[in-house]
């Protein structure tokens, strides 16, 4: 089954370029703003977006990350509301991909089943899912897989070489190549380190590889997707985000914007990179 | 529910980790392969009589193991029902039962290397052992502490930092145990190479829960052994405090299979079970948080909802994966007791036996004070006295002359 993240790696390879992944948090700072980010996304240059679901105990996330998905959740996010976003993005765009990325706990309780077949309904193509590890495949990544939804892998620096085959062997759509041990917005990632970590997973995967945690700058984005098939920048545009809000913590006439002309720069970055030697 | 019952109650988890539906290993790749190892040190350690000799000797000698097991005679006269028991888990070096478990976690940091010691505290109780365990041991020691519990929990947080711990108090989400253990959980997938999480309850993920009770259970062995001595027989019934449950698991787990023996949890019921409280298994239904599927507190998106108890011990929005287990299969039964019910029960064992609880375990005597007036005069009782109150003096001080005034 091809999804529109196959779709997407394959005219980027063609194109010769890495792919941009943004990551923003649905319904932050409120549902009618984030969709019009999400909406601004693709025309600044994204080329797949990851959408955060918003949860109250985000283990593997920094304090801006973490921040964002209360404001989401203030402002009234739910994962149902989060479904009914991607619904509002693609009445006007049906090829840009998009990925749910978060934690297990709101969709056991959304009920597993259900949420496959209204994700799937919704246009969502794929999931990455932080708690749920290839221990615990058959909670969501394998009825994800028979759904038709791509569930992405979390590969990290502690994933060596003889794990690496159990980490991949459910993977699909692409690889996550966390760049750093550490939470999001932490550290930054180191370029050289990253293209072996990349040559190292491609060894185990025909896979694309994307490389995220710790890339804040159009340099940094270009030196990243040099080395990989895609850079990931999460928290630098949710620092953008915060830092147009009002001082109540609500949307200004600037946030949207904000957003995009960051996405436009590091999008510049990434296009400026020579895609990694396949 | 249909239930079938098992053989054992004693023999899960299985190889994944799993007790009927609960527990598991929900973690972040990062944490996955470090697990692992933590897993066959373990399983390594258990098969190791060397581990065990050490441990026994540290048991005896710097936690002063066996706890005594106690007849509360004007407790049990004052109540006119059940003998009362208790378990004095209270008089381990550094006051409480946490000592146990983090004594064999930190000798299996040793055996794997690990210098850098993180734990996750609510009362403080499992910061201070762990601390006390560094300081033995020549370890760097961090505490994660919730803001709100580095308020209520003064002298804990100055016996930690005064065994040379650094304590850390939690800024973010409620600033309580649940934050503190998210805080935790951060700092190791950041320092994941060097760094050995000393979890303090029989929670997270696989082998968490496990090792935990094991380190637990010598509470209910040895309340075995020394029941046998005292009255010849086993005892009718066993009531312990729950917040993630570790001390009741340490005296459940061993007579999980006796079966004439009633079995009581109680959870922290706060301000009532209809207001804000602590009663995962009363008030919550299964998710996934912290590395296991277990009862916990959320609203029906699956957000995790703030918990309340006068206790910070308690004040935690789950509970173990193995104690959800039990409840499910009905062996254990899990009762709850309020904040105003608890503060009675610690003035009344304070002055009837001359023993200020830890506001954890007087949630137990709570409910000791109910159940035992309903028991004949033959009927043997132990309760857990996990902890003693000296923490929650200042604390309870203050409340008790808020409410005299």
């Not at chain 1, 999804?3 to 700072?29: N, Y």
């Not at chain 2, 407790?75 to 070096?93: D, F, M, S, V």
């Not at chain 2, 375990?361 to 003693?388: C, F, Q, W, Y």
Request: a neutral charge; one cysteine or more.
């Amino acid at each position: 089954m091809t999804t529109r993240i196959d779709t997407r790696f394959a005219e980027l390879k063609k194109a010769g370029r890495s792919a941009f992944v943004t990551f923003v948090m649905a319904g932050d700072p409120d549902p009618a703003t984030s969709l019009e980010i999400i909406k601004a996304l693709p025309k600044a240059g994204a080329d797949v977006i990851e959408l955060g679901m918003p949860f109250t105990d985000p283990m593997a996330d920094g304090p801006s990350i973490q921040a964002a998905g209360l404001r989401a959740l203030k402002a009234g996010m739910t994962l149902k509301k989060t479904l009914d976003l991607v619904r509002g993005f693609r009445k006007d765009d049906n090829t840009t991909p998009i990925v749910l990325m978060g934690y297990y706990n709101p969709i056991y309780i959304y009920g597993v089943d259900k949420f496959l077949v209204d994700a799937k309904a919704a246009g969502i193509d794929g999931l990455i899912i932080v708690d749920l590890p290839p221990e615990e495949d058959d909670e969501l990544c394998l009825p994800a897989m028979k759904a038709g939804l791509n569930f992405i892998r979390l590969a990290t620096p502690t994933t060596d070489d003889k794990r690496l085959p159990a980490v991949l062997a459910n993977t699909s759509g692409f690889v996550y190549y966390v760049a750093i041990t550490g939470i999001t917005g932490a550290a930054a990632a180191d370029a050289s380190a990253v293209g072996e970590a990349v040559i190292r997973i491609k060894r185990h995967t025909k896979l694309p590889v994307c490389v995220g945690f710790g890339i804040r700058t159009p340099e940094n984005a270009r030196a990243i997707a040099s080395h990989a098939n895609g850079a990931v920048v999460g928290t630098a545009l949710v620092d953008a985000l915060k830092n147009s809000l009002d001082a109540d913590g609500r949307a200004t006439g600037k946030t949207v914007n904000a957003v995009a002309e960051l996405t436009a720069a590091l999008a510049q970055g990434v296009k400026g990179a020579q895609q990694a030697a396949e | 529910m249909n239930v079938v019952k098992p053989n054992s109650y004693r023999s899960g988890p299985d190889e994944r980790g799993h007790f009927g539906i609960f527990g598991g290993r929900f973690v972040a790749e990062t944490l996955m392969p470090l697990i692992l190892d933590l897993e066959k040190a373990y399983t390594d350690a258990k098969a190791d009589p060397a581990f065990q000799i050490e441990m026994n000797g540290y048991l005896k000698n710097y936690v002063g193991r066996p706890s005594p097991l106690y007849f509360a005679e004007r407790l049990t006269e004052h109540l006119g029902g059940a003998k009362i028991y208790l378990k004095r888990e209270e008089l381990n070096h550094t006051g409480s039962h946490k000592v146990n478990n983090v004594l064999g976690q930190i000798m299996l940091a040793r055996r794997m290397g690990k210098k850098r010691i993180i734990a996750e505290t609510g009362a403080g109780q499992h910061g201070v052992a762990t601390a006390t365990l560094c300081a033995r041991f020549g370890l760097e020691c961090i505490v994660y502490m919730g803001a709100v519990d580095v308020e209520r929990q003064q002298p804990n947080v100055i016996r930690m930092e005064m065994l040379g711990a650094t304590v850390v108090p939690v800024q973010s989400g409620t600033r309580t145990l649940k934050d503190a253990m998210n805080e935790a959980l951060r700092d190791w997938v950041t320092n994941v190479h060097n760094t050995f999480y000393c979890i303090g309850t029989v929670a997270g993920p696989h082998p968490y829960p496990t090792l935990v009770r094991d380190f637990q259970s010598i509470i209910g062995n040895e309340t075995k052994v020394q029941m046998q001595e005292i009255e010849g027989r086993l005892p009718d019934s066993l009531v312990a405090c729950i917040g993630g449950g570790s001390n009741a698991m340490g005296l459940f787990h061993p007579f999980l299979d006796d079966s004439s023996v009633e079995i009581f949890g109680v959870e922290a019921a706060g301000h009532g079970l209809t207001q804000l409280h602590a009663a995962s298994i009363a008030g919550g239904r299964p998710g996934v948080l912290h590395g296991n599927r277990t009862y916990l507190l959320m609203d029906a998106d699956g957000q995790i909802q703030d918990a309340h108890s006068i206790s910070a011990g308690l004040d935690y929005p789950g509970i173990g994966p193995e104690h959800s287990w039990l409840h499910e299969i009905g062996r254990v039964n899990y009762l709850s007791a309020t904040d105003d019910e608890a503060l009675a029960a610690f003035q009344l064992l304070s002055k009837l036996e001359g023993i200020i609880p830890a506001l954890e375990p007087a949630h137990a005597i709570a409910k000791v004070m109910e159940l035992g007036p309903k028991r004949t005069k033959d009927h043997l009782m132990v309760v857990n006295l996990s902890g003693r109150g000296d923490k929650d003096v200042p604390q309870v001080g203050d409340i008790l002359r808020g409410k005299s005034k």
